[in-house]
């Protein structure tokens, strides 16, 4: 599974919500999660805050719900984020981190810069 795209990943997932009331897709909701969080978020707030001020062309391409003549996408709310990855995360995956970012990314960005105490010379 290292190799595969994060699409990939998250398709396998099963979707643990009821059919009743949903209105975004799984991967799709997954997805803004995760690029919210590639881009900086750190708290269910931003990742929200980002969803709602995510551009079309952006939820488009993470597959947002779609709605009316125009295709305006609907991104999902900050509770509907936090509803979705607290009912995926526990056992479907360690960290977003390990999930969203490959190894060599995730090694370099936790690199001690040069001088710091316990930092290689």
Known sequence: MAGLPLVKRLQVLPDPRRR????HPFVAVLLVAASAVVAGARSYAAIGQ?????PQHALARLGARVVGALSV?????TATIRRVVSLV??????????????ARTR?????????????ES
């Open 20 to 23: 009743r009331g949903v209105r």
């Open 73 to 77: 996408g609907i991104a999902p709310s």
């Open 107 to 119: 090694s370099a960005s936790t690199a001690k810069p040069p001088g710091a105490p316990g930092a």
């Open 89 to 102: 995360r526990p056992a479907a995956w360690p960290t977003w981190p390990e999930l969203i970012l490959p």
């Open 50 to 54: 980002w969803s709602a001020n995510a």
